[in-house]
């Protein structure tokens, strides 16, 4: 009996050290509320998987930027957990993002959704500096070597990260303190369809431009970002890895996987498998950053089946585009209203599956 008791201590000790376990992020000078918010993240990461949305909180599929709407919430009464928002065009000093989205109604609603208690998460599709295309212009592999230290584009590069910080630095509360976000910057390193890919660069330049942004915001006083590392669909922990830049940059491994055919399911799997565990191994956070998919049980079966096995921060699905006539194929990632009641019914069920969090649930 009195061996029982003592190991049954011991147990609840053990417990009792897991779920008050503290964790910091990469940053050493880290603000107080950027700790608050990582070990927030990853106390809520033990409960369940919060729901994210990209631009959510800007336009829908049919609106555009009405102060208080969001089509999840237009569906189910309550805000994702985490909106996603989106910078491409920032570090060319426009006013509007390369979706049309203006930068001050962004500061607005980040802002308003960080008083909600709400996860921000930042992506950044900035363009080609060495072609002045777009960010999927693919045509040089010589775009990151470009910008790095000694690169002919270094001078230009600064000046876009002049102003992103700029623009960060402007994310403050009612107090004047600077707001804690997610950013996922060079995101889908894997794949080979930004400037900034795996054929575009090589694996040290891909890392050295990691360095050199973390370090860059640092400098400028942004210690109330949490980093995530990202890639798009890969296979095994090794190729996830390739191109990380470290444990003192990063706080979050990220990954990006669209639903493009049968092996989806299997294949996501197995990558939230290595990818969760590898995280929990090094205190990082984990998290599915971009996700979409169609089909009448895609959510509420599918998607939360593999995602309840492991520990995972949340997953997002991309933007609902804005396209009041008829969308193209893919526009819209998330649940709009008006979708087929099959779907809707889907989403609601994956709503209420007490392992999906949404804004009410992380309060
Ligand atoms: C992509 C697409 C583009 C968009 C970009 C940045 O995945 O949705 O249409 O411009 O994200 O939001």
Redesign the pocket.
Known sequence: MKAFLSTLLFFCILACHAQSRMYSPADPQASQETRQLFQRLMDLQKKGVMYGH??DLMYGYSWWYEKDRSDIRDLVGDYPAVAGF?L?HLELGSNR???SVSFDQIREQIKIFHKRNGIITI?W?LDNPLTGKS?WDVSSKLVVKSILPGGENHARFNTWMDRLAAYFLTFKNDNGVLIPFIFRPWHEHSGSFFWWGKTLCTEEEYIQLWQYTVNYLRKKGLNNILFAYNTDRVLTLDEYLEGYPGDEYIDMLSLDMYDRGPEYFDELDNAMAFVSYSAQAKGKLCALS?CGGDGSTWFSKYLLDVVKKYRVSYLLN??N?YNPNPAPAN?WWGPPRGYSAQFKADFMKFYNDPHTLFLKDIQ
Do not use: N
Request: charged share 35%.
């Open positions: 990209q631009d989106e491409g993002s390369l979706d992506s599709h960010a971009e991309w933007r585009t526009a």
